[in-house]
């Protein structure tokens, strides 16, 4: 790979890149939205400073929003190993899922199946679980394990069929952070003739992503998780996107990925997606000749790495104390805490920390059957605490003192 060495990982020169880090919060609210670094609130600034006009027109603004959209497309593709004709850009990923969902549920009917999962953010269930009610379509739902809070392999094989026509699952859970095993459901889905749509918004920031290797048809992200604006993208064979049919207006384009884009896109924020993605392409260091695509793996490799050793320490440290109830224990896990503390609700705990200027999140996160099968949905779910790359130390020592002082 270009003679990167992935274990070159500064945390502390990464968090010099984040302006909003120097105001004295731990960010322990990374699965929530991660923070911008300077280089790409510069990028969208310097987009709006040198003009933009709308797409497709003879005079260099409008020139420059279409280069602007034609690189991020490309970016994307470096970012989650897709190929630039098949990035479709969105304002986020549940409104992407939802237009997706009613473009593909136009070919189902009664007698065809569908397959989500209980592990699954809600914006990887609803829409597909909505769009299959209409199309009378049957839902069939993959559980989750307890205490692992994963996947079960067998179950999957039982549930997809040759009448299942889409399988949804997450690559990550955004609640717990398991990490099931895509690759052998999209396995088990393709086998049946389903296609398999990989929710990709929580995996994305913490680890090396491949999406053919995952055997994903569709890969979804939201840049904003991983430290862009708020712009998701939907990551599809070109191929695949050309025999589909959405709701298009009549002059909008008749092919590429331009079909599924409604209306004009935020060309500023674009720019920002493609700083961001050259952004996480140098977490690691310099890596002279190496492609961006290359700096990407190496880079998220050893974010990967640096999130997990901080999350060895935040686990321990929770789970040692009396007072705290974790959740999840699958193998495969990116680095987010989900707990409760006796006595207290997690508004109270969320409360406590902030009061110590540590950000978390607390609820069920969207993970609305999840938060069901841990039954926490009545009582207003858990906290959360999830580090993403810029995190160090001090974030997870201070965020172990605070939850301790809850014991005493
Ligand atoms: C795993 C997961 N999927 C989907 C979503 C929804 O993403 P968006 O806000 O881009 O619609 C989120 C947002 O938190 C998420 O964490």
Not at 27 to 42: K, R, T
Not at 69 to 97: F, K, S, W
Not at 250 to 256: E, I, L, N
Not at 333 to 353: D, I, K, M, S
Request: proline content about 5%.
């Amino acid at each position: 790979m270009g003679g990167l060495n992935a274990k070159i990982f500064d945390v502390g020169r990464v968090r010099a890149a984040y302006p909003a880090l120097a105001d004295g919060h731990a960010y322990l609210d990374g699965a929530a939205g991660a923070q911008l670094p300077a280089s790409v609130i510069d990028a969208i600034a310097g987009a709006y400073r040198a003009g933009l006009g709308n797409s497709g027109g003879a005079f260099p603004a409008s020139r420059r929003s279409d280069e602007i959209t034609a690189e991020c497309r490309r970016a994307v593709a470096d970012l989650t190993g897709g190929q630039p004709e098949g990035i479709i850009l969105g304002p986020n990923m549940t409104t992407l899922t939802y237009r997706l969902a009613r473009t593909l549920a136009g070919r189902w009917g009664p007698g065809d199946e569908i397959v989500v999962t209980r592990l699954d953010h809600d914006a990887n269930v609803r829409p597909w679980v909505q769009a299959a009610e209409r199309a009378g379509a049957t839902v069939r739902w993959a559980d989750v394990q307890l205490p692992e809070g994963d996947l079960a392999l067998p179950q999957l094989a039982e549930l997809i069929c040759d009448r299942t026509r889409l399988v949804a699952v997450s690559a990550a859970s955004n609640l717990i952070g398991t990490r099931p095993d895509v690759a052998g459901i999209t396995a088990l889905a393709h086998r049946a003739g389903a296609l398999a749509y990989v929710d990709g918004v929580h995996a994305t920031p913490h680890v090396p992503v491949k999406a053919g290797a995952l055997g994903a048809d569709f890969y979804v992200t939201s840049a904003y998780k991983w430290s862009g604006p708020h712009v998701g993208a939907v990551v599809a064979d070109p191929a695949l996107l050309e025999r589909l049919d959405p709701d298009k207006l009549a002059p909008a384009p008749g092919s590429g990925p331009g079909r599924f884009e409604r209306g004009t896109l935020p060309f500023a924020d674009l720019a920002g997606v493609t700083a961001a993605v050259d952004h996480l392409a140098s977490l690691a260091g310099p890596a002279p000749g190496a492609s961006r695509r290359e700096r990407v793996l190496a880079s998220m490799t050893a974010a990967e790495a640096h999130e997990q050793e901080l999350f060895r320490v935040l686990l321990g440290g929770l789970d040692a104390m009396e007072h705290v109830t974790t959740y999840g224990k699958a193998a495969r896990r990116t680095a987010t805490a989900y707990f409760n503390v006796t006595g207290r609700t997690p508004l109270q705990v969320a409360e406590h920390l902030a009061c110590r200027k540590i950000n978390v999140w607390h609820g069920d996160n969207y993970a609305w059957e999840l938060a069901g099968v841990l039954g926490l949905r009545e009582s207003g779910g858990g906290v959360r605490a999830g580090l993403v790359h810029y995190n160090d130390r001090s974030d997870v020592d201070r965020l172990l003192e605070a939850v301790g002082e809850l014991g005493a």
